[in-house]
């Protein structure tokens, strides 16, 4: 008799929950804290709006050119197979180690004790500090219901994500809603819209805005990930990224808009919680209490993805021998990689407890923005080695978004190189690092 066949990953994921992911991976808690970083930075309304249109822009030409390799390669794993298929397998381990266990990691903890910390606003005893005991129990204890929730399956997973996006949606919505609404914004908050002449100063802040903002729109290349437990992926992945990213960007600009529309400029920039004291001032003392749930699901919800999203890259190196051959095993009832799911946990809930996350964290944005670059240069490189492969989906202004795409962010990397050379350092020593596993790994 013939032995069973081994278990393989459902295709459960639909094109509601393929946008879910989009959407709720973007956004996470960026979007309610980083304006007022960025209002330091720029004085003016007009240059605000353009650095989150820029990065936005940026973001959806770098998601027309992964909707191209998703068509192509419609396979779990995303970026690892891209470019494993382009420039070998190396470079997918390299994307694969940064993915898992710096940059997925380091953001579900950072993710877990945001999210503990504005659930202790509710404490009957005062808020709790983000090292306190207290905040470190809830945030590992949320780790451990998402690691149970995605190892349970996929489709239980796509619910969720369904569920927390639509709330942080709908909270974001309304705050924005509200803002235009209440009579409680100035349009003398406005002014100035644009500086009165071009400066270095101007440059530098635009640069160091920039930084915040492609970490607001991180997320993006999740969905991909998930391309083998999609239905009709081909299809679907594609449309994900594209109307997906679209929607956020929308969001982001009108949620700038509000926040400056109801707070002076120097209140924006001094705010350690602007969407939070935008809240308090249009919807009074219940506005903190709907900002606050508004950000526990937001940050929920994008620690959920985090986890359904970032132990595929595992798998996906694993089964192709690049790492432990234990990784790419799935579950023979509940059809999920489990053992990467949970590595991921246990992984993001030591560096809770240990706070090394916060040192990680600052290293994620270098590594990550250079594999993107690199993958977006992938779609280049397989038009040329498979050239009569199927492409449903053909990306919209190649090679001319690719580029601009590619050069955007090798303008980025050498201004945070520039400016940033600790943390970038670093971050490159960190991949450094993995070489020795590798090796192993590839002669065992």
Partial sequence: MDAPSPPRLDRSLGLREGIAIQMGMIIGSGIFLVPATIAGHLVSLGPILLVWALGGLMVLFGALTLAELSSVLPETGGPYVYLERS?????GFLFSWNHFFINTAGSVAALAVAFATYLGLWAPNGAWAPASWQTRTIAVAAIAVVTAINVRGVRLGGWV????????????????????????????????????????????????????VLWAYDGWITVTLTAGEMKSPRRNVPLSLVLGTLAVIAIYLAANL???????????????????????????????????????????????????????????????????????????????????????????????????????????????????????????????????????????????????????????????LAHDTRNAAIGIGLLVVSLPCYSYWTRK
């Fill in 258 to 416: 509000a926040y400056a529309y109801v707070l002076p400029r120097g209140t924006l920039a001094a705010s350690p919680r602007v969407a939070a004291d935008v809240a308090g001032v249009v919807l009074g003392r219940y506005g903190a209490v709907f900002i606050v749930a508004g950000i526990l699901c937001s940050t929920f919800g994008t620690m959920h993805g985090c986890v359904l999203g970032g132990p595929r890259c595992l798998y996906a190196a694993a089964a192709d021998g690049a790492i432990s051959k234990g990784f790419s095993r799935v579950h023979p009832r509940f059809h999920t990689p489990a053992p990467a799911i949970v590595t991921l946990g246990m992984w993001s809930g030591l560096l809770t407890l240990s706070g090394t996350y916060e040192q990680i964290t600052s290293y994620v944005v270098f590594g990550s923005w250079a594999f993107y670059a690199l993958t977006a240069v992938s779609v280049i490189v397989l038009r040329r080695k498979m050239p009569d492969a199927p492409r449903p989906y053909r990306a919209w202004g190649y090679p001319y978004a690719t580029l601009i795409f590619v050069a955007v962010v090798a303008w980025f990397l050498w201004n945070t």
């Fill in 87 to 91: 420039f070998g397998r190396l470079w």
């Fill in 161 to 212: 994500m369904d569920g927390f996006t639509a709330a942080k949606l709908v909270a974001l919505a309304g705050l924005i809603v509200a803002a235009f609404w209440s009579g409680k914004g100035n349009v003398a908050n406005l002014a100035p819209l644009w500086p009165d002449r071009w400066t270095h100063s101007l440059t530098t802040g635009l640069g160091l805005s920039m930084i915040s």
